[in-house]
């Protein structure tokens, strides 16, 4: 995700300077070079000698006659981006002011003054990121085209965002924005028809593929909706469905504003009319009456003729040529800009074989899901 990417990693005085290590260590998995700026304050709490090692370059920790910070975040700069983790009130304050007394800040200042893109993952007690000149401060800075990681509120405090969420913050503010401006709608996941208070029909998406392509739109600029029955993430506004239903209901409910939707997720082509008791269980036999349920795309396609709509077709049985036949029927029928073709024996892995189907060409991708996830997002942005 961040393959290329020069970081210069600013580390100022918050407890959660201690992540600093696994931080740099997920950046350059992630692929990126990493260079570490310091204060006193960070000093305090995690030795330079860590950070030299997560990231195997030497640590600035004063600014000296070879203006650092210059060669770091100037317009000549080696950095892409400056990322601020952890960034204390003190520093979000001092950002805003173009106060310059530490070496982050230094660094921070020439960077904005430089049009270096900015991330900023604050992390300090929640009366504090609560205070109305800290709000009123993250505004101002965000106005700047600043980005800022939202912080998890737990414990009375505002703890540095999780690396995951970090990483995602970094590859959006260094990644081109095709896709700036629109906003998506991503479903992903099972769907889950209620047979009794206790049981379920569903399948066995694991909604991975979904969430890639969610987060890969989101890097690319988008506003993305992601639709499914899982945790919140950080990178979409989530809506909470369970049943066919109610993701029909939820995407429809967005689609109004809506430029695209990725249909992703594996929906339920049957349901069954619940009992409103749990059924005994014992019997020798038991006969569920299922009624298939409403095609989203379908449904969505009559309500709104001019959406870019993007397709998942899965098979279990012939070749290729079987899965591009019946993706094109698919594509065909309900106007579709292109469909993404797999089968079921990569459903729940984190690698995939796909094809990516239009009508007159058929591409080929093998690799993770992720990759898989930012090469939908890409052939979207070539759609709208």
Known sequence: ML?????????????????????????????AS????????????????????ATDEPV??????????????????????LLLAPATANTVGKLAAAVDDTPVTTCATTALGADVPVVVAPAMHEPM?????????????????????????????????????????????????????????VTS?????????????????????????????????????????????????????ESAAEMLDAVQSHADSADALVSAAAISDYTVDAAAEKI??????????????PKLIDTVREAHPELE???????????????????????????LSFVVGNRADVMGEASTEALVIRPDHVDEYTGSKAGLGARVAEELATEL
């Open 129 to 185: 990121y609560d205070h109305p000149g800290v709000v009123e401060t993250i505004t101002q800075v965000q106005s700047w085209g600043v980005e800022f990681v939202d912080p998890r509120i737990e414990e009375q405090k505002a703890k540095i965002a999780s690396e995951e969420a970090i990483v995602t913050g970094v590859a959006r503010a260094t990644t081109p924005d095709p896709l700036a401006g629109e906003h998506v709608i």
């Open 280 to 293: 005994k269980s014992g019997a020798d036999r038991l006969t569920l009456e299922l009624t298939p349920t």
């Open 34 to 53: 990493v260079r570490a700026v310091m204060t006193d304050s960070a000093r305090g709490i995690v030795h330079p000698w860590a950070v030299d090692f």
């Open 3 to 31: 393959s290329g990417v020069n970081v210069a990693l600013g580390v100022s005085g918050s407890i959660a300077a201690v992540k600093t290590v696994e931080l740099a260590h997920e950046l350059r998995r992630q692929g």
């Open 189 to 241: 996941g099972a769907t889950t028809e209620s047979v009794d208070p206790v049981r379920t029909l569903s399948n066995r998406a694991s909604g991975k593929t979904g969430r890639a392509v969610a987060r890969a739109c989101h890097v690319s600029g988008a506003d993305v909706t992601l639709v499914h029955h899982g945790d919140d993430v950080h990178y979409a506004d989530v809506a909470q469905v």
């Open 60 to 81: 600035v920790t004063e600014i000296t006659g070879q203006v650092e910070h210059v060669e770091l975040c100037g317009r000549e700069g080696w950095a892409d981006v």
């Open 309 to 335: 709509i993007v397709g998942f077709k899965l098979e279990t049985e012939g070749g290729a040529e079987t899965l591009t036949e019946r993706a094109r029927e698919t594509m065909n029928r309900a106007g």
